[in-house]
């Protein structure tokens, strides 16, 4: 079992910057993918990225360049780092916890709560 807290959301203008963590405790955490999804209201949920327990990150076209994903092992920590961002970035951000690195939230066993993330333009 994987227990995922996310923190770090709020309200930001665009063009402005927020980083959010994931922290993750339980059992071979540290081992697992991360993914961040986002679900603005009335919308699909949107991956956002992943990084590897090794640290390798992939993130798609529509964040790359402004996002970045980074992971701090020894505080079994994931952090999303979000920059230049816009009001369509405003979504209710998950980290999620799986064995296999994919863009599909089915793969994901392990969900955070949430955070809210809001831009103002």
């Known amino acids: 079992q994987v227990q995922l807290v996310e923190s770090g959301g709020g309200l930001v203008q665009a063009g402005g910057s927020l980083r959010l963590s994931c922290a993750a405790s339980?059992?071979?955490?540290?081992?697992?993918?991360v993914g961040w999804f986002r679900q603005a209201p009335g919308k699909d949920r949107e991956f956002v990225g992943f990084?590897?327990?090794?640290?390798?990150?992939y993130l798609p076209d529509s964040v790359k360049g402004r996002f970045t994903i980074s992971r701090d092992n020894a505080k079994n920590t994931v952090y999303l780092e979000m920059n230049s961002m816009v009001p369509e970035d405003t979504a209710v951000y998950y980290c999620?916890?799986?064995?296999?690195?994919?863009?599909?939230?089915?793969?994901?066993?392990?969900w955070g709560q949430g955070t809210q993330v809001t831009v103002s333009s």
């Open positions: 999620a916890a799986g064995p296999w690195a994919s863009g599909d939230s089915g793969y994901y066993q392990y």
């Open positions: 339980g059992r071979a955490s540290s081992s697992y993918v």
């Open positions: 990084i590897r327990w090794s640290g390798g990150t």
